[in-house]
T-cell receptor, first 112, second 114 residues
Framework: AQSVTQLGSHVSVSEGALVLLRCNYS??????LFWYVQYPNQGLQLLLK??????LVKGINGFEAEFKKSETSFHLTKPSAHMSDAAEYFC??????????FGDGTTLTVKP | EPEVTQTPSHQVTQMGQEVILRCVPI?????FYWYRQILGQKVEFLVS????????KSEIFDDQFSVERPDGSNFTLKIRSTKLEDSAMYFC????????????FGSGTRLTVV
């Protein structure tokens, strides 16, 4: 079985501040982990993925995430928030590259 | 950059009617999926499709749902008799075989059942 927990349904940061979106997973086997971003009325765009290579994964738009097996975490970070980062972010886990199980999502608000 | 195309972008249907949601996956992708997202809720897996057959389906994907790849390019989701609770955004996704396990999602079809 696989599951994902995103801590914090809403995160608000100031423009230029650090963005930290938390994701913890539960998996019976080594997982594949993903972060997606969803802008209003749009589809899901892949930000980055972990597929058992480097534990620090860099994605698009300056985001990165670190896979920490001991903490079963895959938190998403960005050093400096931009207004255009305001969106909903979903963490997802896949066990065998088949279906993905998504977290509940975190809405990121960026204040000017 | 290749895209997954979904049509229509928005469909309104009466309860009990059949709807077909259409998707054109990326041409060299081999795995196809449908997910749905009820307004304000998480993205839920419906079904995966590989080698012209369903490889996995969720509890949501009951007898009212079916998928088809009729012509080698389109990938459709049919809901036979829609219910109010089927109102959601439906996303198609595809991925290629290999180590790149991230999906490419379409923009979605917003289905409203009235």
């Amino acid at each position: 079985a696989q599951s994902v927990t995103q801590l914090g349904s809403h995160v608000s940061v100031s423009e230029g501040a650090l963005v930290l979106l938390r994701c913890n997973y539960s998996s019976s086997v080594p997982p594949y982990l993903f972060w997606y971003v969803q802008y209003p009325n749009q589809g899901l765009q892949l930000l980055l993925k972990y597929t058992s290579a480097a534990t620090l994964v860099k994605g698009i738009n300056g985001f990165e995430a670190e896979f920490k097996k001991s903490e079963t975490s895959f938190h998403l970070t960005k050093p400096s928030a931009h207004m255009s980062d305001a969106a909903e972010y979903f963490c997802a886990v896949s066990l065998n590259a088949g279906k993905s199980t998504f977290g509940d999502g975190t809405t990121l608000t960026v204040k000017p | 950059e290749p895209e997954v195309t979904q049509t229509p972008s928005h469909q309104v249907t009466q309860m009990g009617q059949e709807v077909i949601l259409r998707c054109v996956p990326i041409s060299n992708h081999l795995y196809f999926y449908w997910y749905r997202q009820i307004l304000g809720q998480k993205v839920e897996f419906l079904v995966s499709f590989y080698n012209n057959e369903i490889s996995e389906k969720s509890e949501i994907f009951d007898d009212q749902f079916s998928v088809e790849r009729p012509d080698g390019s389109n990938f459709t989701l049919k809901i036979r008799s829609t219910k109010l609770e089927d109102s959601a955004m439906y996303f198609c996704a595809s991925r290629r075989e290999g180590v790149d396990y991230g999906y490419t999602f379409g923009s979605g079809t917003r289905l409203t059942v009235v």
